[in-house]
Every structure is written in structure tokens, then in C-alpha cells.
């Protein structure tokens, strides 16, 4: 697609719950990032990919957090047992390898209820 | 740890007026990015500086970087209601790495 794709837009889910995020990045892009927003705050780095190179996941709040990026391409994140902390935007990035530009896609946002 | 501070946080001005936003950051960087955000929306990229003594210019709008000093700046010219957003800087510490951002400036600008 022009840019990048993120599903579902919006999400209310039951705290307890599994949620899954889907990023669909640029084509071509071989960089894809995630990061969280909270209500009026700036941006908090989860995790980044980079081609076949060993993701950086070291911004993953706890082990209820993880993500997966299927063939160089699509990603994935899974939030296991949802807390109402949870509740925020989640947006997605991807870039080419050098970085240059990075384009964030619209977000997902989530509703831990 | 690379630490991302702009100041200010909050600006409200007048229309027709010129100010500038400051972006510190704590390490070593060869990447430096402004965004725009728009309530409920995602960011918006407005500049990209690789290199000491970048300088971009997009309208009413210049970024320009000092990695000396590690410190970007973006100056508003002559505002205009439209400029009203959230603008964020994000430091990348080595080329394809990960972005730390910072808090962002909650601009408003008055008419």
C-alpha cells in the first residue's frame, strides 16, 4: 500500500484478554518500529525490527509483551492479559535500511475496560 | 541512556509572531527528526537532519541542527492558526536504530 497499515483502528477489549495489533509496513521497507502513546504523553519506545537482524525489544514493558514480523514484512503485537494501563495508542513505523525517513502509520488504539 | 528534552512544552502565541522550539539530546546522534501531530491523529513528518549545520526550511517552518551541541531547534514564522499541534523531536543514536522522542511542544497559536 501508499503507507503504512495498522488494524484494528480501534480496539475495547476486556481487561484480562489477548489483543493482537497488526502493522502492515511500506512495501519495500525493511525497518518496522513500534511505539506506544498514553493520553497526552509523547512516545515510548516497544520494539524495532531491522530486515533478519535480531529485533531490539528492549523497550517491552513486561513478558505479557511481545511482537512478531513474519517474513520481513507484516508485524504483529500481542499484548497477553491486558491491564487498563495498557490502554493507549499503539503506532507503527517503517523505513528503508538507512532510516532517512520513518512514516508512522494512523495507530491502533486500545481500550482496556 | 540517549534523553530527548524540548522546551518548551507549552506555547501559545499570536498570530503573525516568530518563536522557536528547542530539542536537547544527550548523546551522540547523526539523526534528527520533527514531527507534527494533530489531535487524534498520528505524526506527520516534517524534517529529517543528518548532518552538523543542517538546515531545512518547509513554509513557515525551519529546523536546523548543531550536533556540537546536540541541540536542534525549530523556528516558527510569522504563525498562523493552521501551526496549531503537538511537535515532537526524535534523536536517533546510530543510522537505522531506534528513535527516542521527546515530550513534546503543545503549540496554539492564537488568532
Known amino acids: 500500500g501508499a503507507g503504512v497499515s495498522q488494524s484494528p483502528s480501534n480496539k475495547v477489549t476486556e481487561k484480562g484478554k489477548d489483543v493482537e495489533l497488526r502493522c502492515d509496513p511500506i512495501?519495500?521497507?525493511?525497518?518496522l518500529y513500534w511505539y506506544r502513546q498514553s493520553l497526552g504523553q509523547g512516545l515510548e519506545f516497544l520494539i524495532y525490527f531491522q530486515g533478519n537482524s535480531a529485533p531490539d525489544k528492549s523497550g517491552l514493558p513486561s513478558d505479557r509483551f511481545s511482537a512478531e514480523r513474519t517474513g520481513g514484512s507484516v508485524s504483529t503485537l500481542t499484548i497477553q492479559r491486558t491491564q487498563q494501563e495498557d490502554s493507549a495508542v499503539y503506532l507503527c513505523a517503517s523505513s528503508s535500511r538507512s532510516g532517512n525517513t520513518i512514516y508512522f502509520g494512523e495507530g491502533s488504539w486500545l481500550t482496556v475496560v | 541512556e540517549l534523553k530527548v528534552e524540548q522546551n518548551p512544552l507549552f506555547l501559545s502565541m499570536q498570530e503573525g509572531k516568530n518563536y522557536t522550539i528547542y530539542c536537547n539530546y544527550s548523546t551522540t546522534s547523526d539523526r534528527l527528526y520533527w514531527y507534527r501531530q494533530d489531535p487524534g491523529k498520528s505524526l506527520e513528518s516534517l524534517f529529517v537532519?543528518?548532518?552538523?549545520?543542517a538546515v531545512k526550511q518547509e513554509g513557515r517552518l525551519m529546523a536546523s541542527l548543531d550536533t556540537k551541541a546536540r541541540l536542534s531547534t525549530l523556528h516558527i514564522t510569522a504563525a498562523v492558526h493552521d501551526l496549531s499541534a503537538t511537535y515532537f523531536c526524535a534523536v536517533g543514536e546510530t543510522s537505522g536504530s531506534r528513535l527516542t522522542f521527546g515530550e513534546g511542544t503543545q503549540l496554539t497559536v492564537n488568532p
Open positions: 512495501s519495500g521497507h525493511t525497518a
Open positions: 537532519l543528518l548532518s552538523n549545520g
